[in-house]
DNA sequence: CATGAATGAGCCTTCATTCAT
DNA sequence: CATGAATGAAGGCTCATTCAT
């Protein structure tokens, strides 16, 4: 990968933003150029198409997932990482309920495509969410802990779906509630 | 509502279809005119803007949504009914593995924009779909039924968003048996 | 000329009245259909180009001036008749000032093309007005009637261009005084 | 305003020249940018809009006429820059009698829009010209000054819409001898 | 003649991408 | 690497005109 300068960082973060407020499709490079604060033209250095700063914008949802992880991670117990999670979902719910999830959203963006790969890495993104809830499941001791992660995940990406088409950001404080109880009922 | 000619049908019909493998925002009107062989000029004679075929896909999937739940009200108990739903979403795995659900991934790219007001109107359908499962829990005499249809569809519409990111049917099928399990449990 | 059937009739009438309003390029074979009551299609029956259409909205102000004629031909003295017809201008200033000389924006327009020979057809009706006014001043006894009717009619075009430009219907008032007071001078 | 690159300036001539010839609805951007030697997708680097295009034409033909004024203004005598001026538009007879006053004609075609301001701004450049006029007058100490301005531009208005419409430039030249008469006679 | 519907050419505009300096 | 400018391929939409009934 190479090296992140300043600006490639903050077209990648422009990126990450933009899109996930207009969506891959409606979002132009000139978008991202001045939100970045980079000239149109100089884009092309560090991207050298539309496609590979969606990509770069999904590379920061990654990021971010990874952060998310790790902070969780400081947690002794796996059942209070799990709820951490589910507390920093609800904890952005004004932004889902505004934009959705950016990473779900943009995934059932790109799984429209035919071609150009996009909509694989997107899958793994999620991917990535879904192993580390299997893994804290797992650490749990719970049976089928693959079917707990889908099941947690998938609530997550209903929720905020619904919290997104209907504007209102209670239906995450209420499913996220939900969820908690749910965690804390596994044995 | 406009009396629904032949073509004008058929250009709805196309429109669901496409929409929902395409996305809107990449979607042509050129492809909805191919996709009902119907000249490009003259789709204009029957929706005035793109906006208005777009509305016309929603309105499309809002009629295949009637009509389903008319379909599953013919069954006397309100809990086979859900049951009948989740059965319903199953079967239309590989769709929904390839594609997303085509309300709730509609809702989505329209949730982007600013102006326009098809951003609501995608979420009254999703909206109907949660009365009507309220509707059918409230007969069963069940607690908080309204936050038990936010449960049943934001699970639907995880499970369609994860198992397209994934491009796995399998995940309809596996939580939609626990959803049937679910159903089953609620006393 | 073909028999002027009522809905013809009304066709001319609506197409003088959007085109003075609208211009002509502007102008839809529609808006003109939707003014006249009459089905798009059938206008075809009774006009078979826009062009045509045109034309008979040059006619129909060709017929409104001849018509305007006749009635001060009953006035014994050809200068009270020049007199009259500013003095009927000057009552048209509010439509002059909002939309212009309707015979004089349309020649204006027409002159733009290359083809069709329409706006040969326009300066024919200016014509026709020209040949009125320097009649009178030719029953006057006056030198170079031409040109005194070239001075008036100019007058006429100038005024109504500005007061159109300008917004300002008092510049047909103020002018058309100066008309009066200059036709009045003549000996 | 901004810098005028030699390219903008090219499509500023380009668009005056050609939209006075065909009229604004007429002309395509297509025509402005063959005409500039410019490629269709380059003109929305400098014009956003068509009608900021017109909005051009109508701005170049104010600096032709801020252009003209200045150079008569080095006459000391107002009533030789009158008269210059008629003279100027006497000379450009063969223009006017082919597509009539730039800025008038533009003007009437505008002034049938409802929206847009554009009519205001053609509505701006005839009143620059009426105010230098006025101007004139006044240096000569005549009374009304204002009327007499409306009565010159009037007349160059009507002659040259006359002289349009009848094809005819001998129509400036016959209308502007008397107006030179005119403004000799004016005490 | 009547009429709703059909057709296709053309126009404005956007935008990803490339180029010259 | 920087940057303003250039380029051309679409796409949405309008509308005069024609057609089928």
């Known amino acids: 990968m190479r090296a992140a300068s300043a600006k490639r960082q903050r077209l ?27 000239p149109v033209g100089n884009v092309y250095y560090y991207f050298k198409t539309k496609d590979e700063l969606v990509a770069a914008a999904l590379a920061e949802h990654s990021r971010h997932l990874r952060d998310l992880t790790e902070r969780l991670e400081r947690l002794p117990d796996p059942r209070e990482r799990l709820k951490g999670l589910v507390e920093t979902w ?23 495509r035919d071609e150009g790969g996009l909509d694989a890495e997107a899958g793994k993104v999620i991917r990535l969410l879904l192993e580390w809830a299997e893994q804290q499941f ?33 239906i995450m404080t209420r499913e996220g509630a939900r969820l908690i109880g749910w965690l804390d009922s596994l044995v």
Chains 1, 2, 3, 4 share one sequence.
Request: one cysteine or more.
């Open 12 to 38: 990648m973060a422009a990126a990450a933003q933009v899109v996930h407020q207009q969506g891959a499709e409606r979002t132009t490079i000139a978008d991202i150029a001045r939100a970045a604060d980079v």
């Open 90 to 112: 609800v904890g952005q719910r004004d932004l889902a309920a505004r934009y959705g999830c950016p990473t779900g959203t943009l995934a059932a963006e790109l799984d429209k």
């Open 138 to 170: 797992r650490e749990l001791g719970l049976p089928e802990p693959d079917g707990l992660a889908l099941t947690l995940v998938g609530a997550y990406q209903g929720m905020s779906l619904l919290a997104n088409a209907l504007r209102d950001p209670q």
